[in-house]
């Protein structure tokens, strides 16, 4: 009976794992399914002047519902909606932790030299200006459009 539940448990937590590998995001916060308490378990609160985390080598503001469908989501309030990752320094595309190979390349009309990567799969938009990356969006992907609210 005990290596049944130990074999039991451990294809519990073997399927969790692999899960959570599947998931996207940033740093172990998934939007539209982490909260702002896991947010504040795993780094603390914001600065209080600006809302953004400050650490090493980039500033980060994650953005919260204001519940179901107030935002266009259908998650309860405090539901990271996105995050936004902003490097200190200077960061090229090809140093990007991930590729952008696949993802859909848009011109910015109005600014010269600014461009958007995005992939709804990975559920990542990618921001540059004259080749640097300005700021890297980590947001819903394509399996939570379920989660959207009816128009």
């Known amino acids: 009976m005990k290596i049944l539940i130990r074999t039991a448990a451990c294809c519990l937590i073997l399927l969790y794992a692999a899960a959570a590998a599947r998931a996207q995001g940033w740093r172990g916060v998934v939007p539209l399914h982490s909260t702002r308490a896991d947010v504040e378990r795993l780094f603390g609160l914001p600065n209080p002047q600006d809302g953004f985390y400050d650490f090493k080598n980039e500033s980060v503001e994650f953005r919260y519902s204001d519940g179901p469908c107030v935002n266009g989501w259908d998650v309860p309030r405090d539901t990271v909606i996105d ?7 200077d960061l090229r595309l090809s140093k990007l932790p991930f590729g952008v190979g696949g993802f859909k390349k848009v011109k910015d009309e109005e600014l010269p030299g600014f461009y958007s990567y ?30 959207l609210c009816p128009r």
Do not use: C, F, M, N
Request: charged letters at 30%; proline letters at 3%.
């Open 118 to 147: 995005s992939s709804e799969e990975k559920g990542i938009t990618v921001k540059t200006a004259d080749g640097l990356v300005v700021d890297i969006i980590y947001s819903w992907t394509k399996k939570d459009s379920h989660r």
């Open 83 to 89: 995050i936004r990752v902003v490097p200190k320094q």
